[in-house]
């Protein structure tokens, strides 16, 4: 049965110095299916912002080193638009003001409760992907990313969480060659090891529910490249 859990595909980095709260918080995102970088301190954030593309940032505003307001002033002056969710035990409204004037698109007040930090991103990634369109097809392969169903030929194909979540990223490359590093940085996170065969394995997974009984094989080897979805 395909789990329906919300924004698969989706790269996160949480910015936060406090051990437990970034362990808290890392966990349930995880547990929702979200690949999770992590930073605790402004200037690993900033290095890993410009080295990764993600769909949003978790930013604490209290930081050793540079506070989160001039991390968000820093990655919005460079023209970086990745949805900001600023995190802070201040309450007052000239923070809240200073977070959002700094680039911040939401700001959530410690303590919170994990299913408001949920809510508050999933909000956030639902603007951001307004103009992705929510129905993928490549040939009889029809792939619905609001309700994250997927069907070939008319029949439901039931997939786990990270293989949807495989699915989703070639189908949107469609056409194109994916590498290893490519999947791994959008489909897992910086936790994932580079010499596992885990990508191989999925990617086996994908080709028995998907390709096998069928005449028309979509998931192709392009070998020392990587992998691509396509009718080709």
């Not at 301190?41 to 080193?65: C, E, F, H, K, T």
């Not at 070939?152 to 469609?174: D, F, H, N, P, Q």
């Not at 080709?207 to 392009?222: C, F, N, P, S, V």
Request: overall charge negative; proline content about 2%; some cysteine.
């Amino acid at each position: 049965m395909l789990l329906h859990v919300s924004w698969l595909s989706m790269r996160l980095l949480i910015v936060e110095d406090d051990k437990r709260i970034i362990n808290f918080i890392s966990k349930g995102l995880r547990e929702n299916s979200y690949a999770v970088d992590l930073a605790q301190d402004g200037d690993r954030a900033l290095d890993q912002i410009s080295l990764n593309d993600y769909d949003a940032i978790i930013l604490d505003v209290m930081l050793p080193g540079i506070d989160g307001f001039e991390v968000c002033r820093e990655i919005r002056k460079n023209g970086n638009m990745t949805p900001v969710l600023m995190l802070t035990a201040r309450d007052a409204l000239d923070d809240k003001i200073a977070g959002l004037d700094t680039g911040a698109d939401d700001y959530l007040t410690k303590p919170f409760a994990f299913e408001e930090l949920l809510a508050r991103l999933r909000a956030l990634l639902r603007r951001r992907s307004q103009l992705r369109p929510a129905a993928i097809r490549v040939a009889d392969l029809e792939i619905d990313t609001n309700a994250q169903r997927v069907c070939r030929s008319g029949r439901v194909i039931g997939l786990t969480a990270k293989e949807y979540s495989l699915l989703e990223y070639m189908a949107r490359e469609k056409g194109k060659v994916v590498g290893r590093a490519e999947i791994a940085e959008h489909v897992w996170d910086e936790t994932f090891d580079p010499f596992s065969n885990l990508i191989e394995v999925y990617i086996r997974r994908l080709r028995a529910k998907m390709d096998e009984g069928y005449d028309r094989q979509l998931i192709h080897t392009r070998r020392g490249a990587g992998y691509i979805l396509d009718d080709v």
